[in-house]
């Protein structure tokens, strides 16, 4: 492959993996669809490309598409153990970010709601929100018509809005500062302050530790206050689990504030918060070591603040 071929590629590697992060929910499937598109690419007679940027997108979401498809992905979203992978704030995998809705594409509780949707709408979805594609260029990429891409966004939008109900985005400012307060009453035993800084509506779920065989779902708020007061109450069996006392450290992760656990420059677990007019409305705890991967890679080259609490 000449240098220009491999250049053009490379020009476009960071929004193909944003566009198949969003579409897989995992960086590292994320990967593999694009270095399956530069495979493409390679084999490709690219004389006969008129649009080089339209084409690798295209092959990247259909490989997504085909993964989405797939019976072991089936098998794998289905079992109850699927949560998205997290990312930490700078990764360029989170790419565009310039709008509400593509920030939103990309929070950790979009992208679990986006589980829902089939694999058309998800990407109709992700092409549209994320990366404002016409509906024209969407029924090419799909081999749709216009009509039933405007038929998948907008059930698309409906499915998602149908579970979330929005408030105002909260500035990054006021979200440190309820994560920080929500952290405080955790770890301090008060269960009544961690109810009263939850919505009504508020979710949580968590993969427990990486260890359950399902996913661990609360919805009320003194269920969710009970859940977390158990899971930030440090044992001796948590801290030979964690592998040592986890400094407790609260960064940007997908977006929002999360709280980052890390042992010896290793990140141990992470709980993601979505706050909304100025109190938590969900919760998302990941532990599993295979879903840490790239959030793990980050943090070494991350250079964190002090921690919120220097030893659980």
Known sequence: MDVAAIDRFEASRDRLASLAYRLLGSAADAEDAVQDTFVRWQAADRGYVAAPEAWLTKVVTNLCLDRLRSAQARHERASGVWLPEPLLQGDLMLGPADTFEQRESVSLAVLTLMERLSPNERAAYVLREAFSYSHAEIAGILDITESASQQHVHRARRRVAAERRRGGEADPATARRVVEEFLAAATSGRTER??????????????????????????????????????????????????????????????????????????????????????VASLQGIAATDRLTRLNQAWRQHEPGAPAINAW
Request: aromatic residues 4%; charged residues 25%; positive net charge.
């Open 194 to 279: 961690l109810v009263a800084l939850l919505t009504d509506d508020a979710t949580a779920v968590s993969d427990g530790a990486g260890l359950a065989r399902r996913l661990l779902r609360y919805k009320t708020r003194e269920r969710i206050a009970s859940f977390v007061r158990a899971g930030f109450k440090p044992t001796p069996a948590k801290r030979r689990l964690a592998g040592g006392s986890p400094a407790l450290h609260i960064a940007l992760v997908n977006g929002s504030p999360a709280v980052i656990a890390v042992v010896d420059d290793q990140v141990v677990g992470t709980v993601a918060f979505e706050v909304r007019d100025g109190k």
